[in-house]
């Protein structure tokens, strides 16, 4: 009986993508808040600078990431100078890729959602004495618990299934950048099938739970809405 593939880049792949969700979810909550609110001539430059990796196809991020990267380039120095490591063909290489790669499903439902609130709410706040902050945190958050669990759905699906971006500025490390995608693509160049069934199917499978798990939360929270 042939033995199971190895399931290194499934756990791998699934620290990627909560990594890079929970990263998201801080990061892109003051960029999608000053997004639906700001009427800053630079919002639309902002705006399409945040869709570009929806358009852009994922070798091409992943080949500039990959300069920016280099530890000759200055961000790639800077990053070795500090923690004595390399961005290329590392685990925070990943890290940082799909951070970008990824940013537009984070931020636009959390955009979306800002912006169906309308003013009134944190204007409302405002009236009663709330800081700008306390009244995003009890007004504006809870009001948008739908627009969070989208993105942060949206944002760990994408993730699982990132390929171009990883590969070219990971590599295929095992235990560091071999992302479950990569090892698939890897089986099917040995022909061995069996194994890349197996990870396509675990990975298929992972995604439609996700997806249906967001979709029957939605459905059953716009019925109470």
């Known amino acids: 009986m042939t033995a199971l593939p190895d399931l290194a880049p499934l756990w791998l792949t699934l620290r990627l993508a ?12 003051p960029l999608a808040w000053w997004l639906a609110r700001s009427r800053a001539r630079l919002v639309p430059l902002i705006e399409a600078l945040t869709a570009l990796p929806l358009v852009l196809p994922p070798t091409v991020l992943g080949f500039y990431l990959l300069l920016a990267f280099n530890p000759q380039a200055p961000l790639g120095a800077a990053w070795a100078s500090l923690t004595g490591q390399t961005l290329t ?29 309308g003013p009134g709410p944190m204007e409302t706040a405002a009236s009663l004495g709330a800081r700008p902050l306390d009244a995003f945190l009890t007004v504006a958050l809870p009001l948008s618990l739908r627009g969070y669990l989208t993105a942060a759905v949206l944002t760990f699906a994408h993730t699982l299934g990132e390929f171009g971006v990883v590969l070219m500025v990971g590599g295929n490390i095992p235990g560091e950048t071999r992302l479950i995608s990569i090892a698939i693509y890897e089986q099917v160049e040995r022909a061995d099938y069996r194994a890349a069934h197996v990870l396509s199917a675990l990975l298929v499978a992972l995604s439609f739970a996700v997806l249906l798990a967001l979709y029957a939360v939605n459905r059953h929270t716009g019925r109470k809405a």
């Open 18 to 29: 909560a990594l890079v969700t929970a990263l998201l979810l801080l990061v892109g909550t």
């Open 89 to 117: 063909f590392s685990f925070a290489g990943l890290v940082i890729a799909s951070l970008l790669y990824s940013l537009p499903f984070t931020v636009q439902p959390l955009q979306a959602a800002f912006s169906a609130l």
